[in-house]
């Protein structure tokens, strides 16, 4: 009796395992790999292949470029740029002004702007998986920044990551706790290609390595489209072979029914409009005629056959509604599968109302991962612009937290901006919401808005002071500033109360008089 619910338990150990673990008829073999560490799955080899595959599609696949159209238009836009934000309003006043300078020229070669070299660092990022920028200076000192692509980055020209050591995978050299401490980079020369000799070792505290981490102890990162590859590779494919079949039903219009089925020999070629045969009239004399004739019928050109024989339209339903059907589910596959949405890359027409604004906070949610990545990685090339900016003393003096500043995201997509906005005005009186808030989601400084703010208001009430001593026609800074009766009300009220503030802390000097007395 005692060993008997033992005997269960037992049973059950064997029993109840995961399903997911266990081989079933119903499906094909499927048995991958034991479990290894990231640098065993993610090869020097694989990532070589996968970053060529990638390149491929991001040349010659309209999908490809839809995804990566959608990450520089919802992602980067006009740019990420950053606010000073340090103890010093001048001293944040001369850092933006420098940064700003700075941003121009800021590549080596000073052709690009920062703002579009954070596209290229991001397109990189996700196509490539990861790309490195190189902290460096030009000739007067002035800090300078250079990208370098993902692919000359390797242990050696064969990527063979063992021929270095055990502390040096895929280019990157590694300290005894796994931190990278160097970097190998390799030159192309003046074909494109790597160079197989005189690689170039740089600290890692002059690069900065961006890209997303999905593993722990992962050194190189993985592109984004290694998932999909394969998915966007058959839908391309696929639509080649139906666009095939497209052309031949477009080519092939018209089909001729005999009598007999057949046609031998020559008269297959050029069997349309040409075919002639000898006829004989009454008076046994024979002429060459054809068994066709032509006439025109307002415009158009009929074609008739003389005898039996009859001319059939061939009509094609292809592409059918279901081979439509098969490739859209496969799209949606490649676009949920890079980490966007089919509607926000492709086609938003079949979706609506609450489940477009899901769809659209879905896709903000996944861009704002990587953003915060690239915002992290963009930090530390604007601490070295300004720290040098600093040491060669041309920002005077700076306080101890020269370093500090909050990073702006492009706008966020909207379905209905209006419907957005009417909600966000609402949140903010309820003290639901704050002006960093607003702003930031707009991607927008609250401090300069409402700076800017003041001085326009400032400007109509000057404005408006100048037009009563001209023309002595009494005009308001609201109606100046063409604001309507909720906003000139509230105005109205938060003077009101400040009015009110003042006289109540104002002291009463009579009394006091009295008092003293």
């Avoid at 008269?267 to 066709?292: P, Y």
Wanted: glycine share 6%; hydrophobic share 35%.
């Amino acid at each position: 009796m005692i060993a008997y619910p033992n005997l269960i338990n037992r049973i059950k150990a064997i029993t109840n395992r995961w399903s997911a673990s266990e081989t079933s008829h119903d499906r094909s073999r499927y048995v991958p790999n034991r479990p290894v560490g990231v640098k065993t799955d993610n090869t020097a080899f694989a990532r070589a292949t996968i970053i060529a595959r990638a390149r491929d599609r991001e040349q010659n696949s309209p999908i490809t470029q839809a995804i990566l159209h959608a990450l520089r238009s919802y992602g980067t836009h006009t740019g990420i740029n950053p606010v000073p934000s340090t103890s010093s309003e001048r001293f944040n006043e001369r850092v933006l002004e420098t940064w700003n300078q700075w941003c121009q020229v800021c590549d080596v070669s000073s052709r690009q702007h920062f703002y579009q070299l954070e596209a290229v660092i991001d397109t990189r990022a996700f196509v490539d998986g990861d790309i490195f920028t190189l902290l460096t200076y030009n000739d007067s000192g002035l800090p300078r920044i250079q990208l370098i692509e993902a692919h000359r980055c390797s242990s050696e020209f064969e990527r063979n990551e063992k021929a270095y050591g055990p502390k040096e995978f895929d280019g990157v050299i590694l300290n005894a706790q796994g931190r990278p401490v160097q970097y190998r980079f390799w030159e192309d020369d003046n074909t494109g290609l790597l160079k197989t000799t005189g690689s170039v070792v740089k600290n890692a505290e002059d690069v900065v390595h961006h890209f997303n981490p999905f593993r722990a102890g992962q050194v190189r990162g993985m592109s984004g489209l290694a998932s999909v590859l394969d998915t966007i590779r058959d839908i391309d494919e696929i639509e080649k072979a139906e666009m095939r079949a497209v052309k031949d039903h477009s080519e092939i219009s018209k089909v001729i029914y005999n009598e007999s089925g057949e046609v031998e020999g020559d008269e297959i070629k050029n069997h349309f409009l040409t075919e002639t045969r000898d006829q004989a009239d009454q008076f046994g004399e024979t002429s060459e005629v054809s068994d066709w004739y032509e006439d025109k019928i307002k415009g158009e050109t009929v074609v008739m056959r003389r005898n039996k024989d009859r001319l059939e339209l061939l009509t094609s339903n292809r592409p059918s509604p279901a081979w439509q059907g098969y490739i859209d589910h496969e799209m949606r596959k490649a676009f949920v599968g890079s980490g966007l949405s089919f509607e926000i890359c492709w086609n938003p027409s079949e979706q609506g109302g609450a489940t477009m604004r899901f769809i659209v906070e879905k896709d903000d949610r996944y861009l704002g991962m990587r953003q915060f990545s690239r915002i992290q990685e963009y930090q530390r090339i604007y601490s070295y612009v300004i720290g040098r900016h600093i040491d060669l003393g041309l920002l005077g003096n700076a306080p101890r937290d020269w370093y500090k500043a909050n990073w702006k995201t492009p706008r966020k997509a909207s379905v209905d901006i209006g419907r957005d906005n009417k909600a966000t005005v609402e949140s903010f009186k309820i003290a639901g919401t704050t002006l960093e808030d607003i702003h930031g989601d707009a991607g927008e400084d609250w401090k300069k808005k409402v700076h800017q703010k003041a001085r326009e208001i400032g400007e109509a009430a000057l404005a408006a002071k100048k037009v009563n001593e001209e023309l002595g026609v009494e005009i308001k800074r609201e109606e100046v500033l063409q604001l309507d009766s909720n906003i000139i009300s509230a105005m109205a009220n938060t003077e009101n109360a400040k009015d009110e503030d003042s006289s109540a802390e104002k002291p009463d000097t009579k009394k006091n008089e009295k008092d003293d007395e």
